[in-house]
């Protein structure tokens, strides 16, 4: 279609069109992205980028030639992009979304609000929080969302470390903390350290994960682990001190004149030296910031210049004093790489010399990353990129093959691999190839990586010579001259377009060499954190470690005391009851019992009448067939009371003292002759106070109530009640008069005779709190036996 846009109405037809079917044509909704990728619903976000990587090589526009290539490449892309980010892949599960929608999604919200003044009449209120040192808009600046947060900030702290503050609006501590965190802005951010911001009310599900319960709250970002800063803000030394103790133990060796050789001459590790020198004994942040980025391919060293044994050191490399210097070292440690001297070391100029140098002259595949930087994919003939590879056992072969590598051109990189470490690689290369794996030591192997997985290769026909002292030998300097020269011829042949490479292998990834065991990395937390220890105890904080380490041992030194006197006391009291029972003649000693009295004529005067003054005697009634039974609970409630030596505890045989029982009931009533049936007194408890010529009264069925007079007239008539076989069910019943009043009447339960006694205890509680009621005589009733 034609647009006719010569006139001014024209034109503005046109745009108006064209920002009408913008939006439709950007916000077009594309397929199941699960279906476009071939992964499942429940696929991890490493197989949906393996997936991603594999489609998008297969179905670049550059390499197939398919018509519908390009546009089948941009579904995969956006496919890739709405399953790598976790809103929107939410969304989409949910929902069915697939584009982003301005209204769907949570934006940044507009916080120029903030930062202009109004004609509110508290604008005096919020002038106060806009103050040079108290103004909180640079906390909205540097505000982040969530999802930004989990794809930027916590994945990219592998290298970069990140200081994440959580606030809100209207916080008078968040208004308080501004000007520290200002600083630490401006002192942190020129050092390499992402800060940003996040709004606590408006990201809640995230300050919740992270353990977020207060703001402001500081939270420190490394290596994927999240770390709270739980002091004030107020003070930035703290702030700075608690950022330093985080990072990885020993990640700067401190050098000297004794352990220098031992770290400069071992490249193992696959990585190159970084000597850094100061006249201090403490390493800058900076520093320490800029070892923990390259940490995977840069081995950083500390040398203090103040300290008397690193003159040596200091005199080898031409140091100067009063100036910050560092040196980068590859495989010659005698010769610098690359040397930067200044008082103090811009990180950016840091970053480049790093940058330019982080890979060794000859560097050893030990892992996939390794193998990406120095033999990177490049899948077009003409960029072709090769990489020649010696596979060896140790690294004495490489001495003659360095010189290669530091003259090859661009495309062109040298390195060499562990045959016995990476055997995988290794066997895919001579299965195809057809090559002896016995044969294969010291051979040379030409790459190039078209795809990942996928290699094209071809092997140098002569091995490379290896001799440790054959350097005057003509045999040994013909042969190195003849293979290197084969090498070169073989490498100028493959670098041109149109040459084929003779053999293709599917290859695995590389396996990491310099990954640890589980088991390993656990020893190495436990010596690091005594090492940390020990280095604490050298520092400011050594009087207060030292002050809590004394404590604990004070602690555990008296607690000690007190179980070994213990244990002496103990043994004293078992030797003395020993000897007792030596001077008893070997007899066992009889643990005192509580002894239970017959109340009968024979005890009366001694149990009740002669009592002394403040003496009690407790007597439960039972009959011949409940005595066993009844005696037998009544002395396990009554058993905690034993010691007392006011209490006196008796019982009574209905069959013999129910007369007396009866006179003491008409005595408490004031006169007036009583029937009481035997068999419904089995279960009464009496508490007698002699002196005092008064008693209280337990009955099962019938309890404490407010009115102790009805209680117990209800009571003597439910004691005179008819008698009841016992042996009908064993049940204890008692008869009310059927024509007393409804306010009189009481109907109490039926209860088993096992049951009677169950509210003693609580009873015995009462009664020597002094609630029970008492029950006054004028005198106590004589006893007679019949």
Known sequence: MQWNCKCWKGRWLCVLLMLVLCPLILCQKIGDPYQILGIHRRATLPEIRKAYRQLAKEWHPDKNEDTNAESRFVEIKQAYELLSDSERRQAYDLYGITNEDDHMYKQRHDYSQYARFSN????????????????????????????????NILEKSVNTPALVLFYTDWCFDCVRSASSWRKLVEALQPLGVTLATVHAGHEASLARRLGVHGVPCLTFVLDKQIYIYKDSLTSLPKVLEYIRWKFPYRLIHNLNDGNADAFLNDFEDNKVKALIFEERHLIRLRYLITAFHYRDWVSFAFVDISAHNTQNLTARYKVQRNMDTMVLLKEDSSEAAATVSTTEIATQTLTQLIEANQILTLPRLSSQSVLDT???????????????????????????????????????RYAYLYAHKQPEFVTALANVSGIDLSSIEHRIVVIWRREATRVQFEWLNESWPSCARCDDDPTYQQRLNETTTALEQLVKRLLKPNEVVAYEARVQELLDEAAKSAIWRA???VGEWSERTILALRTQHAISAISVLATVVLVLAIGYLMAYLIRVEEESVQRQKQERRDQNGGKKETKPEMRMHELRAEKYNGLVRLQKPGCRTIVVLVDMQSRVQLLSKFHKIVWPYRKNKTLVFAYLCVERGVEWFRRVLELSLGGGALRVNARNCVGTVLALNPHRKYFCIYHAKHPECAKPHKRMSRMTRSLGGGDIDPEAGAFIGFTTDPDSSDEDSYDPPIL????????????????????????????WPDMTTK
């Open 120 to 151: 509110d009449p508290f604008d005096f209120f919020s002038a106060h929080f806009r103050s040079q040192d108290q103004d909180i808009t640079l906390f909205h600046k540097l505000s982040v969302t969530t999802r930004h947060f989990e794809n």
């Open 374 to 412: 120095v033999c990177p994919v490049e899948w077009r003939a003409a960029r072709r990129r090769l990489c020649c590879v010696i596979i060896t056992r140790d690294s004495h072969v490489l001495r003659d093959l360095r010189p290669l590598a530091k003259r090859a051109p661009e495309r062109l």
């Open 523 to 525: 020893f190495l937390k």
């Open 752 to 779: 088993l005779q096992e049951n009677l006694l169950d509210g003693l205890e609580n009873w015995l509680d009462r009664l020597f709190e002094g609630s029970t009621h008492r029950y006054y005589i004028n005198y």
